[in-house]
């Protein structure tokens, strides 16, 4: 069983649409990061969180720590925002990122 | 500015050959990540350098994988007698000291016939 689990795997919206990625993972962390990967394959850091909550523009992700949980959410989405979604853990003062395998988001106009 | 370059973009190598991929991080940035990433699987972490500390190899998957990082920049991650199971796109990902966003590079996709 992976350590870090993302739901859904796939994921269509219509444009305007409210999206929310989930990502659970079974073992202490020290901190869980957001990642997006554009179908050319680039990656780009979106976030990296230890608690709370955190914003940017319109992407909002979560974490609650007790229920080893976070999400992804995207408010009015766009189609740009077609891409993979990765979930990534950090455990304890490790270097080591343990990563999800990713939610394929596909938005139409 | 520069980001993270990655060479080469492609490589394709025959069973048992040695292939060396290299990365370029960003200037300034003292961290540097080695990920893999293959065919319908995750990202999986192979190494990762600070400054001029040891650099954490708990990542590699056999003693064919090896890395160095010259001058605390350029970094060169060696796949030695390559297997087909190798094929996969290496990424490498660089870090100011201090902040926790990285960096990504294009990435190698390395294929092995």
């Known amino acids: 069983k992976n350590e870090v689990e993302q739901s859904p795997q796939n994921l269509t919206a219509q444009e305007g649409e409210f999206i929310t990625i989930n990502c659970s993972y079974s073992?202490?962390?020290?901190?869980l990061h957001w990642l997006q990967q554009h179908p050319g394959g680039g990656i780009v850091s979106l976030f990296m969180l230890s608690s709370g909550k955190k914003k940017h523009g319109r992407l909002i992700a979560t974490i609650n720590i007790q229920e080893k949980h976070s999400s992804l959410h995207i408010t009015a989405s766009h189609p740009r925002d077609s891409a993979v979604y990765i979930c990534?853990?950090?455990?304890?003062?490790?270097?080591?990122?343990?990563f999800g395998t990713g939610t394929s988001l596909t938005v139409i106009p | 500015g520069a980001g993270v370059s990655q060479s080469p973009s492609n490589k394709v190598t025959e069973k048992g050959k040695d292939v060396e991929l290299r990365c370029d991080p960003i200037?300034?940035?003292?961290?540097l990540y080695w990920y893999r990433q293959s065919l319908g699987q995750g990202l999986e972490f192979l190494i990762y350098f600070q400054g001029n500390s040891a650099p954490d190899k708990s990542g590699l998957p056999s003693d064919r994988f090896s890395a160095e990082r010259t001058g605390g920049s350029v970094s060169t991650l060696t796949i030695q007698r390559t297997q087909q199971e190798d094929s996969a796109v290496y990424l490498c990902?660089?870090?100011?000291?201090?902040?926790?966003?990285?960096?990504f590079g294009p990435g190698t996709r390395l294929t092995v016939l």
């Open positions: 990902a660089s870090r100011r000291g201090g902040t926790d966003t990285q960096y």
């Open positions: 990534a853990v950090r455990r304890g003062t490790g270097n080591q990122f343990y």
């Open positions: 073992v202490g962390i020290s901190a």
């Open positions: 200037s300034g940035h003292t961290a």
